[in-house]
Antibody, heavy 119, light 107 residues
Framework: QVQLQESGPGLVKPSETLSLTCSVSGGSINTDYWSWLRQPPGKGLEWIGLIYYTGTTNYNPSLRSRVTISVDTSKTHFSLNLRSVTATDTAVYYC?????????????WGQGTVVTVSS | DIQMTQSPHTLSASVGDRVTITCRASQSISNWLAWYQQKPGQGPKLLIFKASSVESGVPSRFSGRGSGTEFTLIISSLQPDDFAIYFCQQYNNPPYTFGQGTKLDIK
């Protein structure tokens, strides 16, 4: 069964780049669509963007100018870079697998990693 | 973006109760809707996809209905493990969007 684990710094300074990695185990990264999502404190979930193993991406327009999602198929992980962060980027960040192509919701989630933007 | 509005925001219920949570979309999403359960410190768990298809391993007391703009999640007989937060999500068109969540707590 596929399992996901997010990793990366828990504290990022304003104006810097937030970088997270999602490690995929128990399955192949080369067969599914993968997404990053986040949940600010006390708020709902926000979809950041997705990637297919071929490198095809689709980003939330609200974040498109600052986001890059990439995949490393040989190392079975995919990554998130969010540039020029501010305090509003403070959130729990999740990686997730799409259930069927880019449809049918997200059937596997990581536990989430807390990222705080502060000087 | 498609806005998803859930109601109620909080719901107090007892073990054995039947509960219904509603999710409305700002425009038609056909049946491209998922429901999730989230517990503290955990990632969400997929319960329902395509509005009414129950994910493998999810207890049969969970069901979903609806199409177009109005959807419901039904828990037929609440169990102690069901007290959590529930979210709906549309995947008709990116950007995928979520409801604000319904907190189900013990009365």
């Amino acid at each position: 069964q596929v399992q996901l684990q997010e990793s990366g710094p828990g504290l990022v300074k304003p104006s810097e780049t937030l970088s997270l990695t999602c490690s995929v185990s128990g399955g192949s990264i080369n067969t599914d669509y993968w997404s990053w999502l986040r949940q600010p404190p006390g708020k709902g979930l926000e979809w950041i963007g997705l990637i297919y193993y071929t490198g095809t991406t689709n980003y939330n327009p609200s974040l498109r100018s600052r986001v890059t999602i990439s995949v490393d198929t040989s190392k079975t992980h995919f990554s998130l870079n969010l540039r020029s962060v501010t305090a509003t980027d403070t959130a729990v960040y999740y990686c997730a697998k799409h259930r069927f192509y880019d449809n049918d919701g997200f059937d596997v989630w990581g536990q989430g990693t807390v990222v705080t933007v502060s000087s | 973006d498609i806005q998803m509005t859930q109601s109620p925001h909080t719901l107090s219920a007892s073990v054995g109760d039947r509960v219904t949570i509603t999710c409305r979309a700002s425009q038609s999403i056909s049946n491209w809707l998922a429901w999730y359960q989230q517990k503290p410190g955990q990632g969400p768990k997929l319960l329902i996809f395509k509005a009414s298809s129950v994910e493998s391993g999810v207890p049969s007391r969970f069901s979903g209905r609806g199409s177009g703009t109005e959807f419901t999640l039904i828990i037929s007989s609440l169990q102690p493990d069901d007290f959590a937060i529930y979210f709906c999500q549309q995947y008709n068109n990116p950007p995928y969007t979520f409801g604000q969540g319904t907190k189900l707590d013990i009365k």
